[in-house]
């Protein structure tokens, strides 16, 4: 098998094409795979999804891949989540009724409250902002701008697990670590520079 550097999940509800654009633009070998087998082996593995959570664990679920994911974590293989794949690493979602995400994290997905002067979803360009250091943000200037399309945010258990906030109305959790787990809330791939350089780091952890 020919060898590559990262390993991009298809769950059935990623944004999977513009997240491997991304990555080849990087000079980055990839391999697209929903099959459970494929995470047998150590690798670095990037976890996007797009629409609704119970749609993205349904799709999990139904290819066998919730139990390998989490195992490969357990191992030490670095997992970047991004968007509702990272909304999938907390214990529940509350979109259409309350469901189980992967239990990675401790927390859960709630949607905004209804603004009187924001719409939401949240579309379009906001700061980020950075509580503590990571190396998913290495030489990132704080208030860099990325690109986000959401109505639920994640609300961890844990205040040590955020890495990046962004405000909205309110202050939330953008993006989250603990060890080799990684979650962003916005779109690198749709970020520009900013977010060539997030999915560069995480490549080259």
Same mark, same amino acid.
């Not at 309350?98 to 360009?125: I, N, S, Y």
């Given at each position: 098998?020919?060898? @590559?550097?990262?390993?991009?999940?298809?769950?059935?509800?990623?944004?999977?094409?513009?997240?491997?654009?991304?990555?080849?633009?990087?000079?980055?070998?990839?391999?697209?795979?929903?099959?459970?087998?494929?995470?047998?082996?150590?690798?670095?593995?990037?976890?996007?999804?797009?629409?609704? %959570?119970?749609?993205?664990?349904?799709?999990?679920?139904?290819?066998?891949?919730?139990?390998?994911?989490?195992?490969?974590?357990?191992?030490?293989?670095?997992?970047?989540?991004?968007?509702?794949?990272?909304?999938?690493?907390?214990?529940?979602?509350?979109?259409?009724?309350?469901?189980?995400?992967?239990?990675?994290?401790?927390?859960?997905?709630?949607?905004?409250?209804?603004?009187?002067? =924001?719409?939401?979803?949240?579309?379009?360009?906001?700061?980020?902002?950075?509580?503590?250091?990571?190396?998913?943000?290495?030489?990132?200037?704080?208030?860099? @701008?990325?690109?986000?399309?959401?109505? @639920?945010?994640?609300?961890?258990?844990?205040?040590?697990?955020?890495?990046?906030?962004?405000? @909205?109305? =309110?202050?939330?959790?953008?993006?989250?670590?603990?060890?080799?787990? %990684?979650?962003?809330?916005?779109?690198?791939?749709?970020?520009?520079?900013?977010?060539?350089?997030?999915?560069?780091? %995480?490549?080259?952890?």
């Amino acid at each position: 098998m020919e060898s @590559y550097d990262a390993l991009l999940i298809d769950a059935g509800t990623g944004n999977l094409q513009s997240v491997h654009n991304a990555l080849l633009n990087l000079g980055v070998r990839i391999r697209i795979s929903s099959a459970a087998e494929d995470l047998e082996q150590p690798n670095r593995i990037i976890l996007p999804g797009v629409g609704a %959570f119970r749609a993205f664990m349904d799709g999990m679920r139904q290819r066998g891949l919730v139990e390998p994911v989490c195992a490969a974590v357990r191992r030490g293989d670095p997992l970047l989540g991004i968007c509702v794949g990272m909304q999938a690493f907390f214990q529940v979602g509350e979109e259409m009724g309350t469901h189980a995400g992967l239990g990675l994290l401790p927390g859960k997905v709630q949607r905004f409250p209804e603004f009187k002067e =924001l719409k939401v979803p949240q579309t379009g360009w906001n700061e980020l902002h950075f509580p503590s250091a990571s190396p998913l943000f290495s030489e990132l200037p704080e208030g860099a @701008y990325a690109y986000f399309n959401h109505s @639920y945010y994640c609300v961890p258990a844990d205040p040590s697990d955020i890495i990046a906030t962004t405000d @909205y109305g =309110l202050e939330y959790a953008c993006a989250v670590q603990r060890n080799n787990l %990684f979650g962003v809330q916005f779109h690198p791939e749709k970020s520009q520079r900013v977010g060539q350089k997030i999915l560069s780091n %995480f490549v080259h952890l």
